[in-house]
């Protein structure tokens, strides 16, 4: 079974950049998609981003796409998620998930979840 622990969320200012780490102990990790997922104040839990255990494939949220870019290192059993051009509106629990078979955008898809990071982005 996997367990994850994100970390690296934090205060910036608008236009900013943050790296998330989403660092994860289990032997199943590397064969497993990782997806990372956000809830803001008020909001229900949405996509951002999802990787392939293999880390070739990848697919992200229309409202991030091309101003975050996710990553892995299968070696530090690890996933990343770097964040560039932050907006007020990207303000958020960041949370990472893993699905050990297939691929989603769906949240009630993944299997295990970690505690999730805050996100704030002053404008």
């Known amino acids: 079974q996997v367990q994850l622990i994100e970390s690296g969320g934090g205060l910036v200012q608008a236009e900013g950049s943050l790296r998330l780490s989403c660092t994860a102990s289990?032997?199943?990790?590397?064969?497993?998609?990782i997806g990372w997922f956000r809830q803001g104040p008020g909001k229900e839990r949405e996509f951002v981003a999802w990787?392939?255990?293999?880390?070739?494939?990848?697919n992200y949220a229309d409202s991030v796409k091309g101003r975050f870019t996710i990553s892995r290192d299968n070696a530090k059993d690890t996933v990343y998620l770097q964040m560039n051009s932050l907006k007020p509106e990207d303000t958020a629990v960041y949370y990472c998930?893993?699905?050990?078979?297939?691929?989603?955008?769906?949240?009630?898809?993944?299997?295990?979840w970690g505690q999730g990071t805050q996100v704030t982005v002053s404008s």
């Open positions: 998930a893993a699905k050990l078979f297939g691929i989603s955008k769906l949240a009630t898809q993944y299997n295990v």
């Open positions: 289990g032997r199943t990790f590397s064969s497993s998609t």
């Open positions: 990787i392939t255990g293999s880390g070739i494939t990848t």
